[in-house]
């Protein structure tokens, strides 16, 4: 009882702290906010949107149910978790955090997976998008996109690293052993073919779902993206990140790094900019930034655990392996910078590989020219397929009505 209390007063003291920060700064807050916005209407929105819609559509045409149990014959033996796993972990790779996170829910809430599976498929099925690690990070902030290459070896390769090792968590606690045996394609396709039977809903009614569910989200993760672009800067104004930077020196951090890392634990993209801003070495700016991607920083976490809370999916195992693939992947770019990052090519203007210099710029601006409108006109067409919905709701009930009179 006793820390429940402390806890409803720590709570409070912490809002109330950042309330009286929100009118102390208010053109702080008033930028920090228009700079998360400017992010999540110019690329994230825009970029996500397609494979949120993407894969509700897949999972209510069964699909993702047929390519799971095709899957199962290495999903099972690699990460011990059932084949609509793979698509989890294809599409959450793909097209960024938090969209692991949202199948994983989706598939425990259907029962396609059991807790345990669900909080191992959630600890290595969020990571970056290509877009965001060559685009935005190589092209972006270091102006090379041949880092990109490294980044993204040692981003995905950490992740598969936790995956490994996050199909022995708590084994001793499943059932027994299940039947080893594997499907044929005809019998995942009749699994598809079944499960789109089960959904039932017409392809209008679908459609209308998946723009609505994936826009709903999309929403909530905007939300998050202002809230810590603007508490990030509040800390830095009052004081309080500079405060706490004698803490990461104790532990041998280089002296222009501590609010760096502060910013990116609170809010990646804000502090993956600032390192990359420092006087430090190429090597020791890309093993921060390797570690701040891993991590994810306390932004996208909210976003997880806000989309898991709907089930009973656990938000300690998923934390406990940010902290792992930060480790992993710091340890990786290093060795990869030092062994296979060619040292004659370290310098900027000689890159090692371009394999996407081609794409993410054109996509880039793409996002900067045509992200907002498509963001505006995606929301209108979900606030008019709910207002129809609502109109459509009381003849529904009436029609229930008659029949349950007859």
């Known amino acids: 009882m ?63 149910h047929g390519l799971g149990a095709l899957s199962e014959r290495f999903m099972r033996p690699l990460f011990n978790v059932p084949g609509s796993g793979g698509f989890v972990w294809v599409m959450g790779m793909a097209s960024g955090y938090p969209s692991g996170a949202k199948w994983t829910a989706d598939l425990r809430k259907k029962g396609q997976i059991s807790q345990i599976e669900a909080e191992r498929l959630i600890s290595f099925t969020n990571a970056s998008s290509p877009l965001f690690l060559f685009g935005a990070v190589a092209v972006g902030f270091f102006h090379n996109a041949s880092l990109g290459v490294i980044l993204a070896i040692a981003h995905y390769g950490g992740n598969f690293i936790v995956g490994i090792a996050m199909r022995f ?146 938000f300690k195992p998923y934390a406990l392996s940010r902290l792992t693939h930060g480790a992993i992947a710091t340890l990786m770019i290093a060795f990869l910078y030092i062994y296979v990052y060619s040292p004659s090519e370290k310098a900027d203007s000689l890159p090692i590989w371009n394999p996407t210099e081609q794409l993410t710029i054109p996509l880039l601006e793409f996002f900067h020219h045509y992200g907002p409108p498509i963001t505006i006109v995606m929301i209108m067409f979900t606030m008019f397929v709910k207002w129809q919905s609502d109109r459509n709701k009381p003849n529904e009930d009436e029609n229930d009505h008659y029949e349950h009179i007859s």
Do not use: N
């Open 2 to 64: 006793l820390i429940s209390k402390i806890k409803t007063m720590w709570l409070t003291c912490l809002t109330l702290g950042f309330a009286v920060s929100l009118i102390i700064y208010p053109k702080a807050a008033l930028t920090a906010s228009l700079r998360g916005l400017d992010l999540w209407w110019e690329v994230v929105f825009p970029s996500l949107l397609p494979f949120f819609i993407t894969a509700e559509l897949l999972i209510g045409f069964g699909v993702v």
């Open 169 to 314: 968590y708590k084994r001793k606690e499943e059932s027994p052993i299940r039947d080893q045996t594997y499907p044929t394609f005809r019998e995942a396709f009749m699994t598809m073919h079944q499960s789109r039977l089960d959904d039932g809903r017409s392809i209008g009614k679908l459609m209308g779902d998946a723009v609505s569910r994936s826009v709903d989200t999309l929403l909530m993760v905007g939300g998050f993206i202002m809230l810590f672009s603007v508490l990030t800067e509040l800390l830095k104004r009052t004081g309080i990140l500079p405060a706490l930077s004698p803490l990461f020196h104790m532990i041998g951090l280089p002296e222009s790094f501590p609010i760096p890392l502060m910013a990116g634990m609170l809010e990646m993209t804000t502090g993956i900019g600032a390192v990359t801003q420092t006087h430090e070495s190429l090597l020791a700016q890309l093993m921060l930034v390797s570690f701040i991607l891993g991590f994810h920083g306390f932004s996208i976490q909210a976003q997880i655990a806000s989309i898991i809370a709907e089930t009973d999916i656990r």
